[in-house]
Each structure stands twice: as structure tokens, then as C-alpha cells.
């Protein structure tokens, strides 16, 4: 069974501040690892996903993640943070067989102080 | 269409009433997943279905729930007796088959409120 836990519902920072989202897993399997972001009034897009290859993942909009086994996290991070990063961030983990459903955890909304 | 399509998009019902909220999925997409989005809850897994496997329906929060999918293409999520506990932004989500490591690519939702 695989679980996330979202540390923080709310993360707020100034503009050009280093963003840190923090998400950590229970995975009874190698997991594969997942975050997707939220626009506000839009669905849910892929930001970027960790596959069992290179353990930091680059994804778009200049975030980035990585994979630590040893403290079952993926943390996301972006150096300097923008105005339109403010949004909500999904962490999600699924185990590799395709029978395995993707579950995701509770969201960490970001606000960009001007 | 090109992308994942729910309806309707907002939904205003009675409690006790059936509600019935449809997905297109991406054609050719054989994995399809419904999510229930409530406030401060994140998402909320309900049910997976993948090709012509028996569909993984752990997440489905009581028997008022059920959920099938036609010719491998529709979905169809059905709440019985909706209850006020019910409301909330329901997502359906489809990907390639085998790709489990894939994206998924989220519908606009279905908003439901129980009145």
C-alpha cells in the first residue's frame, strides 16, 4: 500500500524567495513518485514525476525534486519563486505495476508575497 | 475532443436524490481514474479502472457509491441517496495503458452540491 503526507497546507514566500514543498511517502514497493500542480480555476498538470532513473527530477517552470530513499522524501523546490507559482501542489505515489493506483495527498497551497 | 471530458460541470441536486456524472477519456487511454476533491482534503482516490482488469473500487467511501465503464472508453460514477456529505469536486483522470508511470490528464471536474 502506498501513502504521502504533505507537510504544510499553506506555504507562503516573497517573491524571488527559494520555494520548498515537502512530501514524504510510505511505499511497501519502489515507488514512483509524482507532483502536479493546480492553477487557481484550472485542472490538475504534471510538474514532474520520478521513475526509478536520475533521483533529482527536473520538471517545468524551473521546479525540481528529489528522491531520498533514506528519508522516504521528495521534496519540491524551486530557487526563486514568481508571482504566477501560486498555486496548489499535489505530491502523489503509486508502485510500479500498472495494477497500482495513483494516490495523491492532501495539497500544500502557495502564496507569493509581492 | 482532445482532452478528458466531464458533465455536467456543475451539478446542484436534493439529498436523497441520484446523481449520475459522466467522463470521456482521451481516446486510446485504457487507465481512468475518479478522485474526489473536497476542501482541505486533497484528492481522494475512489476508484481505477485499467483495461479489461477487474477495476480497484478500495476507494469508494460507501455502497451509495458505483462507478462502471462501457467498451472500455466512458465512465460513469453513480451516487445513490446523495447525502450533504456528498458535495464536492469530482475528477476524473485518464492515462495510457502500461504507463502507470505516465501523466495523468485531469478533467475540469464535476462540481456536486447536496443541498
Known amino acids: 500500500a502506498q501513502s504521502v503526507t504533505q507537510l504544510g497546507s499553506h506555504v507562503s514566500v516573497s517573491e524571488g524567495a527559494l520555494v520548498l514543498l515537502r512530501c514524504n511517502y510510505s511505499?511497501?514497493?519502489?515507488?514512483?513518485l509524482f507532483w502536479y500542480v493546480q492553477y487557481p480555476n484550472q485542472g490538475l498538470q504534471l510538474l514532474l514525476k520520478?521513475?526509478?532513473?536520475?533521483?533529482l527530477v527536473k520538471g517545468i517552470n524551473g521546479f525540481e525534486a528529489e528522491f531520498k530513499k533514506s528519508e522516504t522524501s521528495f521534496h519540491l523546490t524551486k530557487p526563486s519563486a514568481h508571482m504566477s507559482d501560486a498555486a496548489e501542489y499535489f505530491c502523489?505515489?503509486?508502485?510500479?505495476?500498472?495494477?497500482?493506483?495513483?494516490?495523491f495527498g492532501s495539497g500544500t497551497r502557495l502564496s507569493i508575497r509581492p | 475532443g482532445a482532452g478528458v471530458s466531464q458533465s455536467p460541470s456543475n451539478k446542484v441536486t436534493e439529498k436523497g436524490k441520484d446523481v449520475e456524472l459522466r467522463c470521456d477519456p482521451i481516446?486510446?487511454?485504457?487507465?481512468l481514474y475518479w478522485y474526489r476533491q473536497s476542501l482541505g482534503q486533497g484528492l481522494e482516490f475512489l476508484i481505477y479502472?485499467?483495461?479489461?482488469?477487474?477495476?480497484?473500487k478500495s476507494g469508494l467511501p460507501s455502497d451509495r457509491f458505483s462507478a462502471e465503464r462501457t467498451g472500455g472508453s466512458v465512465s460513469t460514477l453513480t451516487i445513490q441517496r446523495t447525502q450533504q456529505e456528498d458535495s464536492a469536486v469530482y475528477l476524473c483522470?485518464?492515462?495510457?495503458?502500461?504507463?502507470?508511470?505516465?501523466?495523468?490528464?485531469f478533467g475540469e471536474g464535476s462540481r456536486l452540491t447536496v443541498l
Open positions: 483522470a485518464s492515462s495510457l495503458a502500461r504507463e502507470v508511470t505516465g501523466e495523468l490528464f
Open positions: 511505499s511497501s514497493v519502489p515507488p514512483y
Open positions: 520520478y521513475t526509478s532513473a536520475a533521483t
Open positions: 502523489a505515489v503509486s508502485g510500479y505495476s500498472s495494477a497500482s493506483k495513483i494516490i
Open positions: 481516446s486510446g487511454h485504457t487507465a
Open positions: 479502472f485499467q483495461g479489461n482488469s477487474a477495476p480497484d
